[in-house]
């Protein structure tokens, strides 16, 4: 059972390696290797979840390997650099959601037919990636999972993307990379911050304490965390910095032009791994890091952190307005969703946090559900183009549909889990930021307005003779969206499936930060 | 004498040689700056190790074999230049430039 | 037979999620049988709950734990009030007729399960709305009303109007809720509850007999300030304050879902939407909801007289402003529609002022005309294929028994004894008149004549005269005519459930703050109340029992006739405010997106690349420069390690 | 001066070991090479091959094996020269093997397999000249080869102009070193490093003048020989005229003998100040960093885009040795090395490895622009599979050499405290992402020309860069080797 979360990471990687194997021509061989890998590692996700223990707040499914040790001229201790995964209660859900979302991609990869082998063994690794970043519980490994989707969504976007695909590609690449580079300058400074403070605070207070410690292993931290407060400055300057990589990574305002970009450009497939689970990795980030690690630096840039998620909810809604193409009007609209996100987590309230990780959920399956259904019209209309459409609640009843459950999810509807997750997480920012959070709430209405508006476009009105014989969902694309309808719907009737997970983690870093 | 007037020629001679090998177009000209800017490190060399704290011979034998290096250089240079003229028939250094940017 | 609550909602959700599975196969008679069967069990089983509380009282909530959020547990479930059973009952009558009804209405529809689907999913999200115990529960059904209200005003999604309409009703209406869910998360900060008992009392209300009445602005100080796990209200609000914040933002919510000024401009756009669904929305479901919203949170109104008054006031103008647009307006559906906004906002009148009874009982026999004037409406549309009031006429010989429902719905709606508006409007006027709000009763007698007016032109023009269209109208099925008697003859009778004389209601709903309510009987007002709808009906006959009066009328009336057939232009005025300035703002920003913030981006990556080019064609192949390149460098070297040396 | 030693035979021996197998198989090669018929002149490789495989057995031999008596001599046997003088031998086989494999192709004259021998001397005479002269002459010796074997191309101008252009900016940097180090041989009457570095310490009191001349003479000299910025423009240059192989001679082995020397003459001569004059160099590696990095941005050509990568990562090689010098500890000083010997060791595999391909695809498309690349992985995945980890890997993307060498550069900066350098360090990676992508999009996302010429590579190339291959990958899945060894080393005692 411990190594479920590790084979979670591995299977993928090791059927990735698999398929090079297989001759290019047996496409469906290759089709077979990868949904199953991906089926295998979506179970084990699933049974690492229901096997979590909800009343702990720690890491659990502990498995390490020591990769290399570093001599460490910052004392006598060396570096240990490890490969270490475990999850607790924010990141259960969402390798769980990475599992869900990578095996509907490799479903829906099924309309591949170029260069099918490369696809899927990128698209296994960047799944192997995911999980492993969500899954990792050392600075290192995450960091080392982290360059892993990037190498691989470049390669995913380049090759099976549209005309503009390589331009998407490299901007994508730059702007992570720099994002990645700015991560792990905070990374190292955390280290070294918690290090330095540790052996100073050892010689006073905590007997027994190994100087000239060095650890990246995450639970480690946290409970160094626990037992001293790094110096405000040092909690400052790399809580400013964590904050910019998240604002790179997570297309925040006025980083974001190269999401919709990438997504415009990326297939379905892909467009599902980056909306659906790779732009949670920078909130991941946030709450995982910043708010165990340097509360300290978050209370004093609550603020800041707030109005910049504020700032995205409005904007990303405004311009979703203005968007001619669903791609990117998604694209937008998740920007707007992680504003929310990021509002939550400057409220620094237990219920905020549990919101910010139910909302990570819950557009993660929504984004992803509202590019498959888009996707699968496009399939048949051959257009994203919203003023292309039209009428097809005729010829597509299901995926139409389907389409609107999606959107109706996201406007963030009771029943689905957009809701439960909006309510949690603004319960946590009016209690901090009542000003801000009043704002935000216009977001609320903005994403009313633009769904319904593409939503009233694309699925409403006279039907275009053009898209008369038009053939509604196959059954393999009946049971992908089957399965985010009813998880969606799961989440929004039975939130606690997912609110005993995190509950305890989330409570137990409210109280040690005060909220 | 003292030391202080052979370092200061052999400054000059490094400025010289520097200078010619900068600014003169014609490629042996640019190599005989060349070896005059090696010439000065042989000046101060001797000069030390006559002049010096601790004279010794060292310096000495060092300049030998600068001069040694620097004859099997120029005559490496040469060679190379000879190639280069057959092939552009012109020994200006401003038409060493096929590849640039 | 309370602890079978649950079903009341259940069943026509079971209808829905069969419907949903094998809707599709059946055929449309079983697909009727199913939903209407299913919501007439519903009825029967509130009948018997609303027996059972008026026997042995209302009974505790029944809850479970739903999740736990922060330090707290969030519970669902279900209780039965008195109000609740009430309203369970209305709701599920006026549905299962309406349901019967559409399987004339409806008959051949490419979608007909479809149709009856969502219908069943509209009744089960009311009646959960109804029967919950909690606000967030509340709020979750609320928004479900409103899903389902867009499904089915826009079910003829072929139709521009329709799509458009449907967006319209659910994007005014999300603005309403976006209110109500500040408010209840307000609520949840000052009581860290959900529980509206906890919220009201601060406790949760075993047998509400033994609360005292009429105090609850006391009950709310001191339960903020020391109740069980005291915490201060929330951004250190005096507790008067909060109250009245967080009615307002609730009211907010009641003032979407209600088509109360200024959010009125959805309902009459949502006629668009199938028949039977306007019944449906108008009379009994949506509409209802935000109406029972405010009765439902009526403590906290109580406790804030500023918020009561703004009830009162947004309830009063809208009455008359909705009757005003009603007078001129040509299609037969929008007439009603505007008619509905106009009685809902009576209610809201009634409730402001203090007159809970008086709202509900107007709640209760509105949705009976409402529901029989639609329906008869859809039986005359159905006949006639247009909704254009200047192409009827003149079918009152064809369609009799049409003819008599809509003139029962129309003298209700009027005031008229002994019909059933009658009585509640007559309640709402006296209470106004007695809390001393003067000029609230006479906006809502003004309003009243209006209603008398408009609403006896529509029947003049459809019923008198001669027709003037080429069809054959006739009456439709048994379905259709059977709901019409059964309204027809409560929007008749259902008035004497609460008269002065035998307060039934008043003491059936008396189980808690039911205070404001002044059964003594005023002669006076009543007959004024009776003279003006009679006033009205006999101008509308003078207009249009002859030729050409109308016109001149109109004509006479000029700017006031452009202005109130042009709905007060408020649809222009909230397209030339709210709606194109935001799409302009979108554009623009769109437009900044692209070409300046990405321009941006576009800037620095081209000013790095040109770095590099420079870079590049910095390399001039001449490798003389490349050497004074060298000795530069050294010089910047010197300088620097002279700088460090401490030799400069 | 007195205290000189006297050194048996064996000790000269033991001492000069790799040096004289070196040397003797150049002298027998190029023996070989005039006599033998035309025909069987293609054996004249293999044999410089044997020899070079030898004395690195030979070195490999001594690792761990200290000559205290040396100390003083003018060669020094200690673990720092042996671990470079591995790399260099390795990475001089392994180029030894892609000449082999494209000489048909590139048109190499067969003297090159001599030539690149006495070039080798010349590395390893310099990484362990403990002594000005024999360290000048390892340099020369080491530089006029180059220069040779840059213009070797017969018949091509441009690779005649290259080896004029090397030779001109070569001597100016022979000359600045040669010019600095004249001051240091004044004021410390020797030229035994270690006996400078004792002299030298009241010289820092008394003319520290003098000695900031001297190094930064030195610093600027060492920085024209392996490009360091602002002394870097001729690199894409010469590297462009050169033959292929030569160019990944000038890359890989020049560069790791002139870094191993400038490290030694810091070390050993001006180490006793150090506090005060690191940060120029950490000035000079930023420096380099980033205009290496940037200027690669704009280039097409493939060869030249490599010339200013290989700037680019002599900035990262510098970082560590940087950055240890901030606060002088043995082991602070030891980690910085190891770090650096890390990277290069990964930095000499990805960049053969790369310029091998590179060979290959310039000799089936008779182009070094980027669009040669296009659709290689159609052509030859195999191919475009190796070029793909060599760039990822020089671009620092995990599962490669080229990642675990920068993190453990990163560490060290941060260790030392020299935090700026790190993120420079990166975030010019980032910026590389752009341009090595750049071959990457081209081999995979562009369609290949219509020309159905397949793109094969001979088996010595293939046995190159399998061999690059499975070390970059080997180094960057398994670092712990490696690390060991070099954790091991004793360095300089």
Not at chain 1, 42 to 51: D, E, N, S, T
Not at chain 3, 483 to 502: C, D, E, I, K, S
Not at chain 4, 228 to 234: G, K, S
Request: charged share 10%; proline share 4%; glycine share 10%.
């Amino acid at each position: 059972m411990n190594d479920a979360l590790f084979l979670t990471v591995l299977l993928p990687a090791l059927a990735a390696l698999f398929v090079l194997f297989v001759p290019a021509r047996a496409a469906s061989a290759v089709r077979g290797v990868s949904l199953t890998a991906q089926l295998l590692a979506l179970l084990f996700a699933l049974a690492a979840y229901i096997g979590f223990n909800k009343g702990m707040a720690v890491f659990q499914f502990p498995f390490a390997a020591t990769w290399l040790t570093v001599p460490n001229a910052f004392g006598t201790t060396p570096l240990v650099i490890r490969f270490a995964f475990g999850a607790d209660g924010i990141s259960m859900p969402l390798i769980l959601l990475t599992g869900v979302v990578g095996l509907m991609a490799s479903m829906r990869s099924h309309s591949i037919h170029e260069r099918v082998k490369e696809h899927y063994f990128w698209q296994l690794l960047l799944t192997a990636g995911l999980y492993g970043v969500f899954a990792s519980a050392d600075l290192f490994t995450f960091f080392f999972f982290l360059e892993a989707t990037l190498v691989t969504t470049y390669f995913l976007i380049s090759v099976w993307g549209n005309e503009g695909r390589r331009r998407a590609a490299t901007k994508f690449l730059i702007y992570r990379g720099l994002a990645s580079v700015v991560l792990l300058a905070g990374f190292i400074g955390l280290a070294y911050s918690y290090a330095v403070q540790a052996q100073g605070a050892s010689m006073q207070v905590y007997l027994g304490f190994a100087p000239n410690f060095l650890s990246l292993s995450i639970p480690q931290l946290i409970s160094e965390a626990g037992k001293f407060q790094l110096s405000i400055a040092a909690q400052d300057a790399l809580y400013l910095v964590f904050l910019l990589a998240v604002l790179v990574e997570e297309a925040f305002v006025p980083f974001h032009t190269w999401l919709p970009d990438a997504h415009e450009q990326a297939d379905t497939g892909t467009n599902m791994l980056i909306g659906g689970v790779l732009m949670k990795i920078g909130l991941y980030i946030l709450l995982r890091f910043a708010v165990e690690l340097l509360p300290q630096g978050l209370q004093q840039f609550a603020w800041l952190t707030g109005l910049l998620g504020v700032i995205s909810i409005i904007y990303g809604a405004l311009v979703a307005l203005a968007q001619k193409d669903w791609r990117r009007l998604i694209a937008f609209s998740s920007i707007s969703h992680m504003g929310l996100v990021l509002l939550a987590i400057a409220s620094l309230q237990a219920v905020g946090l549990q919101g910010a990780v139910f909302m990570l959920v819950s557009s993660g399956l929504l984004t992803a559900l509202l590019f498959y259904a888009v996707g699968a019209q496009a399939d048949r209309t051959k257009t994203f183009e919203i003023k292309n459409l039209g009428g097809l609640s005729k010829s597509l009843p299901v995926i139409s549909g389907v389409l609107l459950v999606a959107a109706l999810g996201s406007v963030g509807l009771p029943g689905m889990s957009g809701f439960i997750s909006e309510f949690a997480l603004f319960l946590g920012s009016f209690a901090t930021f009542p000003w801000l959070a009043a704002v935000g709430t216009l977001g609320m209405i903005l994403v009313a307005l633009y769904l319904l508006y593409a939503m009233q476009r694309t699925t409403f009105g006279p039907q275009r003779t053009e898209y008369d014989q038009l053939a509604d969902a196959r059954p393999v694309e009946y049971v992908a969206m089957a399965v985010f309808v009813a998880l969606v719907i799961l989440i929004g009737v039975y939130p606690s499936v997912l609110g005993d997970v995190v509950h305890t983690t989330v409570q137990s870093i409210a109280g040690r930060i005060g909220g | 004498m003292a030391l202080q007037p052979f370092l200061a020629l052999g400054a000059i001679l490094f400025a010289i040689g520097a200078y010619g090998a900068l600014t003169k177009r014609n490629l042996i000209i640019v190599l005989i700056s060349l070896e005059m800017m090696l010439n000065a490190a042989n000046i101060n060399l001797v000069a030390f190790s006559h002049f010096g704290k601790t004279p010794h011979v060292a310096g000495q034998v060092f300049a030998l074999f600068i001069i040694a290096l620097g004859a099997a250089e120029v005559a490496v240079g040469l060679g190379i230049l000879l190639a280069f003229f057959r092939m552009r028939n012109s020994a200006d250094v401003k038409d060493a430039s096929a590849m640039k940017w | 037979m309370t602890g079978l609550a649950w079903l009341v909602p259940v069943l026509p959700l079971a209808a829905y999620v069969l419907l949903l599975i094998g809707g599709r196969r059946l055929a449309e008679g079983a697909v009727t049988s199913i939903a209407v069967l299913a919501v007439a069990a519903s009825f029967v089983i509130s009948l018997a709950i609303m027996i059972q509380v008026a026997l042995h009282g209302p009974q505790p909530a029944v809850t479970f734990p739903w999740l736990v959020l922060g330090s707290a547990t969030i519970s669902f479930g279900f209780e039965v009030t008195s109000l609740n059973a009430m309203m369970l009952v209305m709701v599920s009558f006026v549905s299962a007729l309406v349901l019967l009804f559409s399987r004339g209405y409806m008959r051949g529809d490419a979608r007909f399960a479809r149709f009856y689907q969502y219908l069943s999913l509209f009744v089960f999200a009311m009646l959960g709305l109804v029967i919950t115990s909690n606000l967030l529960e509340f709020y979750i059904f609320w928004e479900l009303v409103g899903v389902c209200s867009y499904l089915l005003v826009g079910f003829w999604y072929f139709k521009p109007e329709a799509a458009a309409a449907a967006k319209k009703a659910f994007i005014v209406t999300r603005i309403g809720d976006v209110g109500l869910f500040v408010g209840m998360i307000l609520l949840y900060l000052g009581f860290h509850t959900m529980n509206f008992d906890t919220i009201f009392y601060g406790q949760a209300v075993s047998s509400p007999y033994t609360m005292a009445h009429g105090a609850p602005a006391l009950l709310f100080a001191a339960h903020a300030l020391t109740g069980p796990g005291i915490h201060a209200l929330p951004y250190g609000l005096a507790p008067a304050a909060f109250v009245t914040l967080t009615a307002l933002l609730v009211f907010v919510g009641a003032v979407g879902k209600s088509a109360q000024f200024p959010l009125h401009v959805w309902l009459p756009d949502a006629m668009e939407g199938p028949t039977p669904v306007s019944a449906l929305i108008h009379a009994a479901t949506m509409v209802a909801a935000g109406v029972y919203l405010v009765a439902r949170m009526f403590p906290l109104f109580q406790a804030s007289p500023a918020a009561s008054d703004v009830v009162a006031i947004v309830g009063g103008f809208t009455a008359i402003l909705a009757a005003l647009i009603g007078l001129t307006q040509h299609d037969i559906k929008r007439v009603i529609a505007y008619s509905t906004v106009s009685q809902l906002g009576y209610m809201m009148l009634a409730l402001g002022v203090g007159a809970y009874v008086s709202g509900i009982f107007h709640l209760m026999t509105h949705a009976f005309f409402k529901a029989l004037l639609f329906l008869t409406a859809g039986s005359v549309i159905h006949a006639v294929e247009t909704q254009d009031l200047f192409e009827m006429g003149g079918l009152r010989k064809l369609m009799p028994l049409t003819n008599a429902a809509f003139l029962a719905g129309a003298l209700a709606l009027s005031g008229i004894p002994p019909f059933a508006g009658f009585w509640s409007k007559d309640e709402i006027l006296s209470a106004a008149f007695s809390s001393g709000n003067y000029v609230l009763y006479a906006v809502g007698l003004i309003a009243a004549f209006c209603t008398a007016f408009y609403i006896f032109r529509v029947y003049f023009l459809t019923f008198g005269g001669e027709y003037k269209g080429d069809r054959h109208p006739h009456e439709g099925g048994l379905a259709m005519t059977i709901p019409l008697t059964a309204l027809a003859v409560m929007a008749t009778v259902a008035g004497f459930f609460n008269t002065p004389w035998a307060p039934w209601i008043a003491n059936f709903l008396q189980d808690r703050g039911a205070v404001g309510y002044d059964p003594a009987v005023n002669w006076g007002l009543m007959v004024v109340s009776a003279v003006v709808g009679l006033a009205g009906i006999g101008l509308a006959y003078y207009a249009y029992g002859a030729p050409g009066r109308a016109q001149r009328m109109a004509q006479k009336s000029g700017f006031l006739y452009t202005l109130s057939f042009n709905k007060f232009y408020f649809d222009e005025l909230y397209d030339r405010i709210v709606t194109r300035p935001i799409r302009a703002i979108a554009e623009a920003l769109g437009f900044v997106d692209r070409w300046i913030i990405d321009g941006l981006v576009r800037l620095v990556s081209g000013g790095v690349y040109t770095g590099g080019a420079g870079l590049r064609y910095g390399n001039t192949g001449q490798i003389q420069t490349y050497g004074l390149v060298t000795l530069f460098g050294v010089a910047v070297l010197l300088i620097i390690a002279a700088g460090i040396g401490g030799v400069l | 001066m007195t205290a000189q030693t006297f050194i048996t035979f064996t000790d000269v021996w033991r001492a000069l070991g790799p040096e004289v197998v070196l040397a003797a198989t150049a002298f027998i090669v190029m023996i070989v090479e005039f006599l033998v018929p035309p025909r069987t002149r293609h054996i004249t490789p293999w044999l410089s091959l044997a020899g070079t495989v030898a004395a690195g057995v030979v070195t490999a031999l001594q690792l761990h094996v200290f000559y205290a008596t040396l100390q003083t001599a003018s060669v020094a046997v200690d673990d720092f020269s042996n671990i470079f003088m591995l790399i260099i031998l390795l990475s001089c086989a392994l180029i030894i093997l892609l000449a082999i494999g494209a000489s048909r192709k590139a048109e190499l004259p067969f003297e090159y397999s001599y030539m690149i021998l006495f070039a080798t001397v010349g590395a390893l005479v310099l990484t362990a000249a403990n002594d000005l002269v024999t360290l000048y002459v390892g340099l020369e010796l080491l530089s006029i080869s180059s220069y040779v074997l840059v213009a070797m191309h017969r018949g091509s101008l441009r690779s005649a102009e290259g080896g004029l252009k090397y030779l001109i900016i070569g001597s100016i940097g022979s000359a600045l070193i040669l010019y600095g180090l004249s001051f240091v041989y004044g004021l410390a009457g020797t030229t035994q490093l270690l006996s400078i570095a004792s002299s030298l310490q009241s010289a820092w009191v008394t003319t520290p003048a003098l000695l900031y001349v001297a190094l930064v003479l030195v610093a600027a000299g060492v920085g024209v020989k392996m490009s360091v910025a602002p002394f870097h423009q001729w690199t894409a240059d010469v590297y462009e005229g050169a033959p292929t192989p030569v160019t990944a001679y000038l890359a890989v082995v020049s560069k790791a003998a002139v870094l191993a020397l400038l490290i030694r003459v810091l070390l050993t001569v001006f180490g006793q100040q150090t506090p005060e004059w690191w940060p120029l160099i950490g000035w000079m590696a930023a420096i380099t960093m980033v205009i290496g990095n940037v200027g690669a941005l704009a280039q097409r050509n493939v060869k030249r885009l490599l010339a200013f990568s290989s700037i680019g990562q002599v900035g990262y090689l510098l970082v560590p040795f940087a950055a240890a010098g901030v606060t002088p500890s043995a082991s602070g000083v030891y980690q910085g090395l190891s770090a650096s010997v890390y990277y290069l060791v990964a930095y000499a595999l990805m960049t053969i490895g790369g310029f091998a391909v590179l060979q290959v695809v310039q000799a089936a498309r008779a182009s070094e622009e980027i669009d040669a690349f296009s659709g290689l992985y159609k052509r030859s995945p195999w191919l475009a599979a190796s070029m793909l980890v060599f760039l990822l890997s020089l671009a620092g993307m995990p599962l490669t050499g080229g990642f675990v060498g920068k993190f453990l550069i990163f560490l060290t900066a941060f260790n030392d405290g020299q935090f700026w350098l790190g993120v420079i360090l990166f975030a010019t990676s980032a910026v590389a992402f752009y341009y090595y992508f750049a071959i990457v999009r081209a081999m995979f996302t562009r369609q290949p020309p219509d020309d159905q010429t397949a793109v094969k590579a001979t088996p010595a190339m293939n046995t190159v860069i399998a061999v690059c291959l499975a070390g970059t990958l080997l180094l960057g899945v398994l670092p712990s080797p490696l690390m060991s060894l070099l954790g091991g080393l004793h360095w300089f005692s």
